[in-house]
């Protein structure tokens, strides 16, 4: 995967972070596109108890050119529900393409990373910003980064939705990922026909890191994620996103979403 494809992987998996509910269903179906063209196929799956949640993530990569990788990748992540909000116990990422490997293990407890590996391993560059066991500590990682919880009883589709920071860490990079409400607008799909929260989207990156790498990304302000409440919790999770790249508009669009509704299998196909 090139550098202008790695945060759409990383948007990717913000998808499947899902908010606790008394023994819920969540899946969906994605189309991976690039200025208009698909490049790719997704799907997650997930399962919730009042204080507890599992995801899985799977992708399908087909590149058109040696800017665009083709590979497969797959995530997941489990954890507990406490406080609106979610503690991760462990987390997993394979990804294999033509341009980039990667296999990712953390085990977590209370919001801090106690055990983790990331191979290939990779020489620290001479730019690189250190990472050190601080940066491990009070995280999400990406998966988990997903849960957009709304406190009280009022609307959930609304402004506060958007009003997050989340302190992520990859495995490999600290960074934040905070939102701003932009708008509010229906969202029509099948398995899903309604309202959804449009939330602008900023990274920053914090350690392990190369500056130069990342200054794009970080200067990125044409990021927007769409926002779906689950039925039967305060939780809303992302529906598609949209992240200016070099090579063009990335889009992660929705084919399917079930958001409460039974299972559906939507792990990609062969």
């Known amino acids: 995967m090139s550098r202008s494809t790695l945060p759409v992987a990383a948007a990717l998996a913000g998808l499947i972070a899902l908010p606790a509910a008394a023994e819920e269903r969540v899946s969906g179906r994605y189309e991976i596109l690039i200025g208009g063209l698909q490049v790719g196929v997704a799907g997650f799956e997930g399962r919730l108890s009042d204080d507890a949640y ?16 083709s590979g497969r990748g797959s995530a997941t992540a489990s954890g507990r529900i406490a406080s609106g909000r979610a503690v991760p116990a462990a987390y997993q990422l394979n990804l294999t393409t033509t341009q980039q490997n990667d296999a990712i293990r953390m085990a977590m407890a209370g919001g801090s990373v106690r055990s983790h590996s990331a191979e290939p391993q990779r020489p620290d560059a001479p730019d690189q910003v250190p990472l050190s066991a601080t940066h491990k500590q009070g995280i999400l990682d990406p998966l988990s980064a997903g ?8 609307p959930l589709v609304s402004a506060e ?8 860490f ?16 229906p969202l029509k799909v099948a398995g899903y026909d309604g309202p959804a929260v449009v939330c602008n989207a900023r990274y920053r990156p914090i350690a392990g890191h190369r500056p130069a790498v990342t200054a794009p990304m970080e200067a990125n ?11 039967g919790t305060r939780a809303l999770v992302p529906a598609r996103i949209a992240i200016r790249t ?9 084919t399917r979403l079930d958001l409460g509704a039974p299972a559906t299998t939507a792990s990609v196909r062969e």
């Open 221 to 231: 302000r044409d990021m927007q994620i769409w926002l779906a409440p689950v039925a």
């Open 170 to 185: 990859d495995g490999r990079q600290r960074y934040d990922l905070s939102f701003s409400y932009a708008r509010t607008e």
């Open 246 to 254: 070099p090579v063009g508009m990335a889009q992660i669009e929705p």
């Open 54 to 69: 599992q995801a899985s993530v799977s992708l399908r990569l087909s590149g058109v050119s040696r800017v665009i990788a």
């Open 147 to 154: 849960f957009f919880f709304v406190p009280g009883s009022g």
């Open 161 to 168: 939705a958007c009003a997050k920071t989340f302190p992520v």
